[in-house]
């Protein structure tokens, strides 16, 4: 990741099972907590969307987040 962070300007990632009515202004706030964001183009594809999302020089970090499907009274958060 070193190397290539001092041969390319920018670094992404595509993030996928997203909502289809998601839109890019949404997709670009919510990642700009991680960096800069360049840029993010959605792609809607069947009845999920995914989105490739650009950083400016910015090595980010991301967790997996997976919530168990349970009553609306009881809501559990799991960080992977």
């Known amino acids: 990741m ?11 990632l595509l993030v996928t099972g997203l909502n289809p009515y998601l839109n890019e202004g949404y997709v670009q ?12 183009k959605i792609k809607n594809v069947t009845s999920k969307a995914m989105a490739y999302v650009r950083f400016a020089r910015t090595e980010v970090i991301v967790r997996r987040v997976v919530s168990p499907k349970v009553s609306q009274e009881k809501t559990f958060l799991c960080i992977i």
Not at 2 to 12: K, P, R, V
């Open 29 to 40: 706030a919510y990642f700009r907590e991680w960096g800069s964001v360049t840029g993010c």
């Open 2 to 12: 070193a190397s290539l962070s001092n041969s390319y300007d920018e670094h992404g």
